[in-house]
């Protein structure tokens, strides 16, 4: 039997130094690409897509009848307007999208707030923390879970000037709706929900956002959408406003665009089939080349129910009323 030189078996039983060091250069590598990729997706994205954007109020609404009123939230000082309505059948609390402010060109507010007036509903709105001219923080969106305390603030306004006998209806508007479910959720009063294209599935909204935001594929912002909710606090599972408007006791009025790609029509025809006091009325057909649809690009038929078909939508508010009787 010939036995191996010790010098042969020192290079079989020990790895040479530059073969660990290459291995320890490569796990480093490794965490620091892994770490980098958490940095780029869970806060550096995040960073700039959730920053509100949202420009000065400078318009007004065309009604006569219009009260300019600022009160607080959290110390935070918010803008709003009061359009009483003469005889109310009904008040309503309008609460605007992420980004927006009350004067929404999407969505036409102003001619909104004035045929809710003629209808006979009077109207409160009012820009939220970090959006229009209301007071800003960092000038960050939390998807309504800091912004639902600005509901509260103006629910409890609200309640000086409406009668016990007249319905308050809380109206959400994309982010706006989710930020209503939530105040509701904390034991607010109203009487009825009216949801126009809600966003109720916060990630799913990130990652659509994307495509309508930055023009790329949405599967490209996916990593972002699952890390934004655990460094930026946003809602997410059980906390998301889908699963918290489940359990919500009063009646729900959803508006929804078939063809919404930001707050798509799953979310809103998934909580109209778990809840038994909500229903979904799905925007007539609005064509690409309509009027109403000008300058919208990438966000399509988002938030363009009354700006498309404003006497259908109005019908919606009324059969909500009716069913509040």
């Not at 909580?271 to 109403?292: E, G, K, M, N, Q």
């Not at 000008?294 to 939508?313: E, I, L, V």
Request: glycine fraction near 8%; hydrophobic fraction near 40%; charge should be negative.
């Amino acid at each position: 039997m010939v036995w191996p030189a010790s010098s042969e078996i020192d290079s079989i039983s020990e790895p040479k130094p530059n073969t660990m060091s290459s291995a320890l250069t490569g796990y480093r590598m490794t965490i620091l690409l892994f770490l980098s990729l958490v940095f780029i997706f869970g806060i550096a994205m995040p960073w700039l897509g959730l920053k509100s954007g949202s420009e000065p109020v400078v318009d007004s609404p065309h009604s006569n009848n219009v009260e300019h009123v600022i009160f607080e939230s959290d110390k935070l000082q918010l803008e709003g307007w009061w359009m009483p309505a003469e005889n109310p059948r009904a008040t309503l609390l309008f609460v605007h999208g992420a980004g927006s402010s009350r004067v929404s060109p999407f969505f036409n507010t102003l001619r909104f707030y004035d045929s809710l007036q003629e209808a006979g509903v009077s109207v409160f709105t009012f820009d939220q923390r970090n959006h229009g001219n209301s007071e800003y923080t960092d000038g960050y969106l939390r998807m309504g879970v800091t912004e639902y305390r600005d509901v509260l603030a103006a629910r409890e306004w609200l309640k000086g000037r409406t009668d016990n006998g007249t319905p308050v209806i809380i109206c959400g508007l994309s982010m706006g709706g989710a930020t209503s479910i939530y105040a509701l959720a904390t034991g607010m009063q109203a009487d009825g929900l009216l949801l126009f294209d809600p966003m109720l599935n916060t990630r799913d909204s990130l990652e659509r956002g994307g495509w309508v935001g930055y023009g790329l594929p949405s599967l490209l912002f996916r990593p972002m959408a699952y890390l934004a909710p655990f460094f930026w606090g946003l809602p997410q599972g059980d906390s998301d406003a889908l699963e918290v408007a489940k359990t919500l006791d009063l009646p729900i009025a959803i508006v929804q665009n078939k063809t919404d790609p930001i707050t798509r029509s799953i979310w809103s025809e998934e909580l109209a089939d778990a809840s038994d006091s909500a229903t979904i009325a799905f925007v007539p057909r609005i064509h690409t080349s309509a009027p109403c649809m000008a300058d919208k690009g990438r966000w399509g038929t988002h938030a363009s129910s009354f700006h498309c078909h404003p006497d259908w939508t109005i019908e919606q508010v009324q059969n909500l009323i009716a069913r509040l009787r």
